[in-house]
């Protein structure tokens, strides 16, 4: 585990509470970095947190070192888009996605500090991955037993809740239903499972009107002091969730990724063994991921 010291970033926007109200101001105050992953960044703001988004891309898990502009404005763009879309599903931890310091403006999110849940929250309306890999060991996913005869990006008779483990290190583990149930309690997993399923079948729906399909989707929860459970981290982008064009499709074969397929391709041509350090990424390659991520958000959004 690397440790390094807390990153301080000036925010000009500060609360203060003087006899019970609170006055906003915009002196200088600074923010901590309380989690970095590979792609994004969390800080803590007083009481609330504001997850930023970087235009760093991955492939094969690997960081590369060249960053693909705007991919943080269009994932955060995209995430705020669906937190709307689905309101009436479960609520959600966005408090703002304008009201963030300057410098990360459209590509941060200010949010409610939530108590997190320990689960990975997958669903699952194709096999790929680890799904797929679990299937073909022995013929469930997360306990959930599937029909025989299913191959490589296989469309499923309907979406499965495939909850994993999430391991601080290391790889996530599957866990059944009833494992999450004896981790969080047997309401707020239920609810777990209704939510995931619900915002993936609205997802994948959306999508396909829109000639995507969405195999699978990552869901983060977390709870409010009331025991409240919201929907929490990115929702349905291409960093979380399987964009595949309906187009391409075809199973029993690997899919050709609507977002990664250019940085895939060009990495498969070289002599690299997929650990880090990950190669630069040429400027062709660079100018063709970046029209992906843009093409997948008006795709999706109707929006520029
Ligand atoms: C939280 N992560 C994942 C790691 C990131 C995100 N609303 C919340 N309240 C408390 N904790 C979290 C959230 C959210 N979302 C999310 N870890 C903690 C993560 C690294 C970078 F941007």
């Known amino acids: 585990m690397m440790v390094r010291a807390p990153a301080l970033v000036r ?58 502009p705007g991919k943080g404005r269009v994932l955060t763009q995209l995430s705020l888009w669906w937190f709307g879309q689905l309101g009436g599903v479960i609520p959600n931890h966005v408090i703002s996605g304008t009201d963030v310091p300057a410098e990360w403006a459209g590509r941060a999110i200010r949010c409610r500090r939530l108590s997190m849940l320990p689960v990975e929250c997958i669903a699952r309306g194709y096999l790929a991955g680890l799904g797929l890999a679990s299937y073909q060991q022995s013929g469930a996913i ?68 829109r000639g995507v399909v969405i195999a699978d989707t990552k869901l983060e929860f977390g709870l409010l002091p009331d025991g409240t459970v919201m929907l929490a981290d990115e929702v349905l982008t291409p960093d979380s969730s399987r964009f595949w064009a309906a187009s391409e499709w075809q199973p029993g074969r690997p899919q050709r990724s609507l977002d990664k ?39 999706m959004t109707g929006r520029e």
């Open 142 to 209: 997360s306990g959930v037993r599937l029909p025989p005869g299913l191959g490589e990006g296989s469309r499923l008779p309907e979406p499965v809740f495939t909850p994993t483990t999430k391991a601080a290190t290391g790889h996530d583990e599957p866990m059944t239903y009833a494992e999450v149930a004896a981790l969080v309690g047997g309401s707020v997993a239920a609810e777990l499972q209704r939510a995931t399923l619900e915002v993936y079948r609205r997802g994948a729906e959306l999508a396909a009107t």
């Open 11 to 68: 925010c000009a926007r500060t609360a203060r509470v003087f006899s019970g109200r609170i006055f906003l101001g915009w002196e200088e105050h600074e923010l901590e970095l309380v989690h970095s992953g590979k792609v994004r960044d969390l800080y803590a703001d007083g009481d609330d947190l504001i997850m930023v988004a970087s235009d760093r891309v991955s492939v094969y898990d690997v960081v590369l070192p060249t960053p693909i």
């Open 261 to 299: 397929q250019f940085l895939r391709d060009w990495s498969a041509g070289l002599d690299w063994d997929r650990r880090p350090p990950g190669p630069a990424i040429p400027p062709d390659v660079v100018a063709a991921t970046q029209a992906r991520y843009q093409e997948l958000y008006t795709r």
